[in-house]
């Protein structure tokens, strides 16, 4: 199954985008502030219309589908939510699957909370829990929903390094198992450990788009970033990491 991106564009932000995504690859989407990566998660998830080009689902345009029939196939989690959600973690996240009926991803509700260290805050408003406690019940709330894909905006930017990387092994569990997840992400280490595919955006276009250890290579990066990097294999799990050279920054 795949999500079509036929020559799609968004005002300034984002500028003919022709890209075909399948399932069961976990995407990250890559560069710099500014670079539109939070705009095209928007179009893909149908909340935004592009002003042209189209998006594809199963060869069905999402800006053309009900929001209930929407929430079957997309899932979408963005930055910020709001902060007075009356409604329990549990409640929230139950709420999730009002499409679905269910936890159509192999996910119960109890499983959720435990897995995401949120079992102690079932009964607690959302609205008394912390930045990154909210996060994991935003997140929970997407895996419970079941949809075929889920778009997360910067979803581990108020984590600890451990739910980062719970939640980034999770996403690629689903992904193994058939869900297309596509996932904005400014930590380019993690992107190069979890992600099969990267989407780099650069100049409000498509600088490079395949595998991601082939995309983010050096002269690519230090092209987009302004910052000479070097890759090596990290001794652990054999996983790419970056150094790059900070005192370039410093002499702007």
């Known amino acids: 199954m795949n ?4 020559h ?4 300034h932000v984002l500028k003919e985008i022709h890209l075909q995504l399948q399932s069961s690859q976990m995407v990250a989407v890559i ?4 670079a539109g990566k939070s705009t095209l998660l928007k179009l893909l998830s149908g909340l935004w219309r592009p002003t042209s080009g189209k998006v594809l689902w199963r060869g069905q345009e999402v800006h053309h589908m009900g929001s209930k029939e929407r929430a079957r196939q997309i899932a979408f989690v963005p930055q910020q939510w709001e902060d007075s ?7 929230f996240v ?6 679905t009926r269910q936890g159509s991803a192999g996910f119960g509700l109890n499983e959720l909370l435990k897995q995401l260290g949120l079992v102690d805050y079932a009964g607690t408003p959302l609205r008394n829990l912390s930045g990154g406690e909210r996060q994991r019940a935003i997140i929970a709330r997407s895996f419970y929903q079941g949809s075929e894909v889920i778009l997360l905006d910067e979803p581990i930017a108020n984590l600890d390094l451990f739910y980062q990387l719970e939640i980034l092994s999770t996403l ?4 193994q198992q058939g869900t297309l997840v596509i996932i904005a992400i400014h930590h380019l280490e ?3 450990q979890f992600c099969s595919t990267c989407i780099l955006l650069h100049d409000h276009r498509v600088e490079g788009f395949g595998n991601t250890s082939e995309v983010l ?11 000479p990097m070097k890759r090596y294999e990290d001794p652990f799990n054999h996983s790419w990491r970056l150094s790059f050279d900070y005192s370039v920054s410093q002499s702007w």
């Open 3 to 6: 999500l079509e991106l036929e």
């Open 8 to 11: 799609l564009s968004y005002y």
């Open 31 to 34: 560069g710099p502030n500014g």
């Open 85 to 91: 959600i009356p409604f329990t973690v549990a409640e």
């Open 94 to 99: 139950r709420m999730g699957g009002y499409a």
């Open 172 to 175: 690629q569990k689903m992904a």
């Open 190 to 192: 993690l992107a190069l």
């Open 217 to 227: 290579n050096e002269q690519t990066l230090e092209k987009v970033f302004h910052l």
